[in-house]
């Protein structure tokens, strides 16, 4: 999936329109759906990828991503075969509101050549880092609000990531690599990455580039990455930068190309919400056994909300349960006309609809106002 926002340039180089020349169909998918362009995206950062387009869907009728990984020697293609197919088969199941859809993959193998194609979700707004950084140039401040609606929507993606059998780790988690909707929508991309590195890294023509090597991006990762005893906990290590820096807008590297760990400390420090500094250094703690899960986040008192009527009726409900039998609302609905009217829908240009309750299960009566 993307890893860095995928900017449509010109075979110059340069940024430009959509010409009739770049909307020209260079290739087909084996089922017809899938229309590969002439029109090249610029991910130049994500590991392996030979080539990156701009492509359509045409059932759908959306533009997605066109993926090329190709393979230097055909026999090792050969050989990793059956692991590549099994890796994709498991990314085809990843199915989340804020993850990055992979849409569908295909192995091309010729007598000059020997390929990887899969089909990914297009974003076109733009990274989480552009947002940011267009916010700081603006000299406007984070929204708290805003930046928990974030943080929860990028936990409930890690949360779910780390809870597929077996554990998928994201292992490349950056404010490059999470994008946001124009509706506010956050979904995280390069889910696929640490599977594909780590699975045939030798295998891969080119280099094989890893978002880490870079030296703007080393601060995301947690000090005992790419150890053998590296585990969710990376995720949540970079997942805690990622809050510090939506809250902060930029972490300050102080003219180095680096961030150091000073001027991380310095972000967290300079949080005014006492909370938000708690939850944002917990995810950053040096020794990994010691920072949450990104289900035990999700319920961190920053975070998790309720209002102080729906708690008061809990606590009320919890305390007089021997007043309600578990079977209290299958015992109101008996005395209910079956053939009553719950519900209904009035037209003015056609007839109306009536919802009946023997339409419904009692059991789910109690989910209607």
């Known amino acids: ?13 340069g940024k430009e329109e959509e010409s009739e020349d770049e909307s020209e169909i260079l290739e087909e998918s084996p089922c017809g759906r899938w229309q590969k362009r002439k029109e090249q995206l610029s991910q130049g950062n994500v590991p392996g990828i030979e080539s990156a387009s701009l492509a359509m869907d045409t059932e759908e009728g959306v533009e997605v991503v066109w993926n090329e990984v190709q393979f230097s020697d055909k026999k090792v293609f050969k050989a990793h075969e059956d692991r590549i197919r099994e890796m994709f088969e498991n990314l085809m199941q990843v199915e989340h509101p804020n993850i990055v859809k992979f849409h569908k993959y295909w ?48 936990l409930s993606a890690l949360s779910y990531l780390h809870s597929c059998d077996p554990p998928i780790i994201h292992g490349n988690l950056t404010c490059d690599t999470i994008f946001i909707q124009h509706n506010g929508l956050i979904k995280i991309g390069s ?40 585990d969710y906990s990376i995720d949540i290590y970079s997942f805690g930068i990622c809050a510090l820096e939506m809250a902060v807008l930029e972490i300050q590297a102080n003219g180095d190309t680096a961030v150091s760990k000073e001027a991380i400390a310095h972000a967290g420090q300079s949080l005014e919400d006492p909370l938000m500094r708690e939850f944002t250094q917990s995810c950053v703690r040096t020794e990994a056994k010691m920072r949450p899960t990104a289900h035990d986040l999700l319920f961190h008192r920053v975070l998790f909300e309720v209002h102080s009527l729906k708690l008061l009726a809990a606590h009320c409900f919890i305390s007089n349960q021997y007043l309600l039998p578990e079977n209290c609302v299958e015992e109101k609905t008996k005395a209910i006309d079956p053939n009553g009217i719950m519900a209904e829908i009035n037209h003015s240009d056609r007839p109306g609809i ?6 419904v299960s009692p059991l789910e009566l109690d989910k209607f106002p």
Request: include cysteine.
């Open 354 to 359: 009536q919802l009946k309750y023997s339409h």
């Open 1 to 13: 999936m993307t890893m860095s926002v995928p900017e449509r340039i010109s075979e110059s180089g």
């Open 107 to 154: 192995l091309d193998m010729r007598e000059n050549r020997a390929r990887v194609i899969f089909i990914t979700e297009y974003m076109s707004s733009g990274s989480l880092k552009q947002f940011l950084k267009k916010t700081k140039k603006n000299h406007k401040t984070m929204n708290v609000k805003a930046w928990k609606r974030w943080c929860t929507q990028i």
């Open 191 to 230: 889910v696929w990455h640490r599977l594909f590195v780590n699975v045939f890294p030798e295998a891969i023509h080119g280099n094989v580039h890893q978002h880490r090597d870079e030296t703007r991006n080393q601060h995301y990762f947690a000090p005992e990455y790419g150890l053998a005893e590296d």
